[in-house]
């Protein structure tokens, strides 16, 4: 079979869990025998095609006012006008058409489509092709993609987010199969009327299981992982590391980027106050070597929550908000707890409290591979 897969951004690119999710399932796709190409976005000027782990990657320039992936800050008006553009962009359209003819797919998968637009929709549909969508965020109600705002989650039942999503939404009906990484997020599209023509189904994200040689220690050492922003919840674990830093008992480290914005200058400072140890990027390995505890005090509602599940799946004891599709990723771990459970003397006890790996992994690649492969032939 011939399996065209869409996301905005591949390998060696990476923003955040989708690129993974994405490599993973193409490379799994190969190994069962398929051939794979994968048409994404990159910041030069031309098309550029190359092939990585048997995967075909093809890479197109973006055709709107600004690369947006350099967390380089833009003006105000020229966001306005890359969103609008980018509500459904024909220049896009028409190069990805070029794509589908020379690789003459059998389906086509998108999946994170910022850039593309919904225009590259048509363009499948225009050809007869068979069309599967996987919402990995929340791309499709809103150009923000998290649905948090302003310190809260979006209301999507306001006229707000109705009006942002009215094209995405009418455009959605090309779609054939549409698949959520979460029964959340796979609901949410389904009851608030995207692709009324489509099957609704979900499949979770598959996720790699962590080999690690835990670094010894008589500290508590309670880690954060991901983008340090307010949304992932980096505010309120630097509160709780001013409140509960206890010096050579318990410390707070934190992997990961600040944003190059007020935002992140403002998390900067307020980490520094507080005592949390700024590793800055480091391989999640060697991160989870050195830490016992994972503290994740999500805001936004997490489409699935692969942090979560590979952090408890390396045998870590994971505190988290149970928000969006984390609830779903907790059902399968022993080791998730929910952010009340938070306290001094919970630590102390888990401190030494081994966890026994799960037989198997419920978030396996070779298995939601085929449940894809299901899905295309269906």
Known sequence: MNILIVNTLYAPFKVGGAEVSVQLLAEALVSKGDRVRVVCLHDEKTRKQTELNGVEVVYLPLKNLYWPFNNVQKGKIKKILWHLIDNFNPMMGKIFEQELDDFKPDIVHTNNISGFSVAIWDAVKNKNIKLV????????LHHNCTLFQSGKN???????????????????????????????????????????NAVHQHIYNPIKNISIDNEPSTVIRVGFIGRLTEDKGFSAFCDKAQEMTIPNEIEFFAAGRLASSIEGDHLKAKAERAGVHLLGFVPVESFLATVD??????????????????????????????????????????????????????????????????????????????????????
């Open 133 to 140: 969508h996987t919402a990995r965020d929340y791309y499709l």
């Open 293 to 378: 505890m994972i503290y994740l005090p999500t805001m936004w509602n997490e489409p699935f929550g692969r942090v979560v599940a590979e952090t408890a799946s390396a045998g870590k004891h994971v505190f988290t908000s149970y928000a969006g599709g984390v609830a779903e990723v907790a059902e399968y771990y022993e080791n998730v707890y929910e952010l009340n459970e938070f306290t001094l003397e919970k630590l102390r006890t888990l401190k030494n409290h081994h966890v026994e790996a799960l037989d198997v992994n419920p978030f396996d690649v070779g298995q939601l591979a085929a449940d894809y492969k299901e899905v295309y032939k269906n």
């Open 154 to 196: 979006m209301d999507v039942k306001s006229t707000k987010i109705k009006l942002a999503s009215i094209i995405k939404k009418s455009k959605s009906k090309n779609v054939d199969r549409f698949v959520g990484i979460s029964k959340y997020i796979s609901a949410l599209h389904r009851d608030n009327g995207f692709a009324q």
